[in-house]
Structures are given as structure tokens and as C-alpha cells.
């Protein structure tokens, strides 16, 4: 079945550092890539989405690129900030039917000032 | 972006009662609604996925005379814990959806989710 991985965390960085958050993924077919950020005490919201091969997600700073030949879809961001501190989810749908999401583990940043 | 309530925030019951979470989509009708349970430091695991004005269809090993679902209107669906035990202590999670004709993929919207706790 369909499986998403993604980098334990807990990460903590330092403000302005680079970040790389890592997810692959293991699907039949050609799914949809996701990024949900999930800050404290709110539900998740999609943070970004990649529907096809080579497609780039943005928002926010954060970029992610739907790597089909390596099955990877890593969230990055260049200079990061103390509110970007919340717990990151990587997802794919297989975009059949009720389009269900399959989520990774979570991985949770904490930036400090 | 579309707003999914749930109620409540918090519950704390005795074994062997029920639990009746809401899940609204305030600004939108949702044609479907997805459930899911997510344990400490794990990920969101898939429930349960209900269209309204039809039964809800159940993951495998999801128990369906436990967790039972109700999506009785385009805005509102319930979980009810049946008989709950401490180990169905949990972060429960809904999200909606609307299901627009023509799209690659129809955004989930989700709520902040309801922790349970079971003594």
C-alpha cells in the first residue's frame, strides 16, 4: 500500500538557519504530494502541493519539489523564523475515488531566537 | 481558507460510557468527511471516510460498532465512542471536504481536534 516517510524529529535550528525537512514516499500510480503544518493548539492546514512530477510547491518560503525518480518530496526553507516553530506532516493521495491522505510521522521544529 | 470546527476541544470520560464528537465545516457544505486518530508523536491515521446521506466507510481494523459515524447533513458529522476504554484515549481529527467537478485533487480542510481521555 501507499506509505509516507519522513524525517524523525524533533529538529531544532537556530533563526535564519536553512532547513530541510525529508519525506519519500512509496505509491502505485501517480499521486499528489503534500506538506500540512500543524501550529500549536490549531488543526492542520496545508502548507503546499505538488500534483505532478517536477512540479515545485511554495508558500510561505517553504519549497518542496515532487522528485518522481527518487520518490522524494523534501520540504525546504532558506532563513527560517522563531514562528515557523509547529510540527510538519508530509502526505500523498493516490487521487482515486474518496482521494484519502496518507500521512508520515510528523516531525516536529522548534526555532529558537 | 474554509473554516472545520469540532466540539469538544476536550472530553474526559468513565469507562464503559459514550463520546459524541462534532465535526462542522462552518463556511462550505462538505460532500465528505474523513476521521482520524492520532496517538502521541505518531501520525494521523486514517478512521474512517463518510459521504452525507450514506454510511461511512471504515478502514481496515477500524471497529465500526465502535466508532460509529454519522454524516446527517452536508455540515455536520459525528464520531460516537461506543463503550470507551482507556485505550481509545486519543486525538481524534476531522476534515471536509468539498468535491468540485473537473479538479486533480480536492483540498481537505481540517479541525483542531478533540483529545479524549478515558479513566
Known amino acids: 500500500g501507499n506509505s509516507v516517510t519522513q524525517m524523525e524529529g524533533p529538529v531544532t535550528l537556530s533563526e535564519e538557519a536553512f532547513l530541510t525537512i525529508n519525506c519519500t514516499y512509496t505509491?502505485?500510480?501517480?499521486?499528489?504530494l503534500f506538506w500540512y503544518v500543524q501550529y500549536p493548539g490549531e488543526g492542520l492546514q496545508l502548507l503546499l502541493k505538488?500534483?505532478?512530477?517536477?512540479d515545485k510547491g511554495s508558500n510561505k518560503g517553504f519549497e518542496a519539489t515532487y522528485r518522481k525518480e527518487t520518490t522524494s518530496f523534501h520540504l525546504e526553507k532558506g532563513s527560517v523564523q522563531v514562528s515557523d516553530s509547529a510540527v510538519y506532516f508530509c502526505a500523498l493521495s493516490d487521487n482515486q475515488g474518496a482521494q484519502k491522505l496518507v500521512f508520515g510521522q510528523g516531525t516536529r521544529l522548534t526555532i529558537n531566537p | 481558507g474554509a473554516v472545520v470546527s469540532q466540539h469538544p476541544s476536550r472530553v474526559i470520560c468513565k469507562s464503559g460510557t459514550s463520546v459524541k464528537i462534532e465535526c462542522r465545516s462552518l463556511?462550505?457544505?462538505?460532500?465528505?468527511m474523513f476521521w482520524y486518530r492520532q496517538f502521541p508523536k505518531q501520525s494521523l491515521m486514517l478512521m474512517a471516510t463518510s459521504n452525507e446521506g450514506s454510511k461511512a466507510t471504515y478502514e481496515q481494523g477500524v471497529e465500526k460498532d465502535k466508532f460509529l459515524i454519522n454524516h446527517a447533513s452536508l455540515t455536520l458529522s459525528t464520531l460516537t465512542v461506543t463503550s470507551a476504554h482507556p485505550e481509545d484515549s486519543s486525538f481524534y481529527i476531522c476534515?471536509?471536504?468539498?468535491?468540485?467537478?473537473?479538479?486533480?485533487?480536492?483540498?481537505?480542510?481540517f479541525g483542531p481536534g478533540t483529545r479524549l481521555t478515558v479513566l
Open positions: 505509491a502505485t500510480g501517480y499521486p499528489s
Open positions: 505538488a500534483t505532478k512530477a517536477d
Open positions: 463556511d462550505f457544505q462538505a460532500t465528505t
Open positions: 476534515s471536509a471536504r468539498y468535491l468540485a467537478s473537473g479538479k486533480t485533487y480536492n483540498e481537505q480542510f
